[in-house]
């Protein structure tokens, strides 16, 4: 009898059946394999994704566009000068540091290195600064929109 008052008392616990409640479809970020550049297509930034995992983005977009992408229209305003170009990211954002030739780059240009600097899942939300040995600019966002 005593069995029985236990076991009454650990069933009746006082939580009632429930219904499962539905969600919505799970969260989902898009992965890319490879490495993102954004290179010109005449004045539109576009995104390039290469093949080569953990390469420096940087220095590939100063390298220009690949035979293949060239055949396809894309550009840089990029010049091969430009590298070794580094990217240090802080707490604050990005800093980009090319060799040389910061003053001369065109605002497209500048939106390369930006948006490239960044990785794709942060792009609205990260700010990044170019600098050479003789110039910094203002923070800035990349302007790409998928």
């Known amino acids: 009898m005593l069995l029985l008052v236990l076991l009454l008392a650990l069933t009746a616990c006082g939580v009632r059946p429930t219904v499962p409640i539905e ?45 293949d992408e060239r055949a396809e229209g894309l550009t840089t305003e990029i010049p091969s000068s430009a590298a070794p170009i580094t990217a240090v990211m802080s707490t604050t954002g990005i800093t980009v540091r090319i060799s040389s030739g910061l003053k001369d780059l065109s605002p497209l240009g500048q939106s390369q290195l930006v948006c490239t600097a960044v990785p794709p899942a942060r792009i609205p939300m990260t700010e990044v600064i170019l600098t050479d040995p003789t110039v910094t600019l203002p923070p800035q966002r990349c302007p790409f929109t998928a």
């Open 23 to 67: 969600g919505g479809p799970a969260p989902t970020e898009e992965i890319t394999v490879g490495t993102v550049l954004y290179l010109l297509e005449g004045t539109t930034l576009t995104r390039v994704v290469r093949p080569q995992p953990r390469a420096n983005a940087l220095e590939l977009l100063a390298a220009g566009p690949t035979r």
